[in-house]
């Protein structure tokens, strides 16, 4: 098996390709330990010394290392670590798989919140994807889109840039009730 390894634009997160589906639909986001009996892959990361996030993909691993650690000690235990998951035939995600993301939502704005979630699933979340990351819907008040920033997303230095010069600018030309975006923490 030979994993692929990819910087993104958040130093403190590599994205690791296995060649293979991780997820068949959907995403996981583990930003803590907490919660990974639902992922076996994702517990057996967080055993890795450094590690502090991890989040999974349709094709990729993401995984986020501790300020203090150094990519040349945690980036060969990782890779040890997705390797040994692969071969030992455990399912990367206990019962049900992962998840769209988004909010549900109902409400007297529900036609602009699918034009919203629209946009998001066909332009703006492949791209980010790329990154090692992901950008779901979280609500949406008074014009303002509240959004929820995953893997090398979360944390990164360019995602308030992102943000405002690239997905608000997007979704205020397509949908004009739209006037601000936000980040929100989940």
């Known amino acids: 098996m030979f994993i692929q390894t990819e910087s993104t634009p958040n130093p403190a997160?590599?994205?690791?390709?296995?060649?293979?589906?991780?997820?068949?639909?959907?995403t996981a986001d583990f930003p803590?330990?907490?919660?990974?009996?639902a992922s076996p892959l994702a517990k057996r990361l967080f055993g890795v010394t450094g590690v502090?996030?991890?989040?999974?993909?349709?094709d990729f691993v993401t995984v986020t290392k501790a300020d203090g650690a150094d990519w040349d000690h945690v980036k060969p235990a990782v890779l040890g670590a997705i390797m040994e998951h692969f071969q030992s035939g455990e399912p990367v995600m206990a019962g049900e798989g992962g998840a769209s993301g988004h909010a549900a939502f109902e409400g007297e704005d529900e036609e602009i919140v699918g034009q919203i979630k629209e946009l998001l699933d066909s332009r703006v979340r492949p791209a980010v994807a790329q990154d090692g990351g992901d950008i779901t819907f979280h609500g949406f008040e008074r014009g303002v889109v509240y959004l929820h920033m995953q893997g090398a997303?979360?944390?990164?230095?360019?995602?308030?840039?992102?943000?405002?010069?690239?997905?608000?600018?997007?979704?205020?030309h397509?949908?004009?009730?739209?006037?601000?975006?936000?980040?929100v923490a989940v």
């Open 52 to 58: 502090t996030g991890v989040f999974l993909g349709s």
């Open 153 to 172: 997303c979360a944390g990164c230095p360019s995602s308030t840039l992102t943000l405002k010069m690239g997905i608000e600018n997007l979704l205020r």
């Open 174 to 183: 397509y949908i004009p009730e739209v006037t601000e975006v936000r980040p």
């Open 32 to 37: 803590s330990a907490e919660g990974t009996d």
């Open 13 to 26: 997160t590599l994205k690791f390709l296995p060649g293979q589906t991780v997820l068949g639909a959907g």
